[in-house]
């Protein structure tokens, strides 16, 4: 049987693909948060190979996963700040302040 194209390449991940695979993080933050630092740590792997369509689709993964995340009322920044941990301890304390579990 002939090979297709969509046998040897795979498709990549679209941001619907993303939401349905992190619809078992809703109302588990602490989970999606730290789902979040490992596809971080992925991501930075990933880039000193240069693969950026890799990279596309873990950055959609990212923004799914903020969007079951208690960092919701604190911005998208703050969130991908602190999944690169690069939180300061002003910041961590000021989300706590805002109830953030982190």
Do not use: V
Not at 16 to 36: N, Q, R, V
């Amino acid at each position: 049987m002939p090979e297709t194209e969509t046998d040897s390449e795979s498709l990549p991940l679209d941001a619907e693909d993303w939401k349905i695979a992190f619809e078992p993080y809703e109302g588990h933050s602490l989970d999606a948060l730290t789902l979040g630092f490992h596809l971080t740590e992925l991501k930075r792997q990933i880039n000193d190979l240069q693969m950026r369509e890799a990279l596309a689709s873990l950055d959609r993964a990212i923004d799914r996963l903020y969007e079951h995340s208690e960092f919701c009322g604190a911005g998208r920044e703050m969130f991908l700040t602190a999944i690169a941990g690069n939180l300061t301890t002003d910041k961590e304390e000021h989300l706590r302040q805002l109830g953030i579990r982190i």
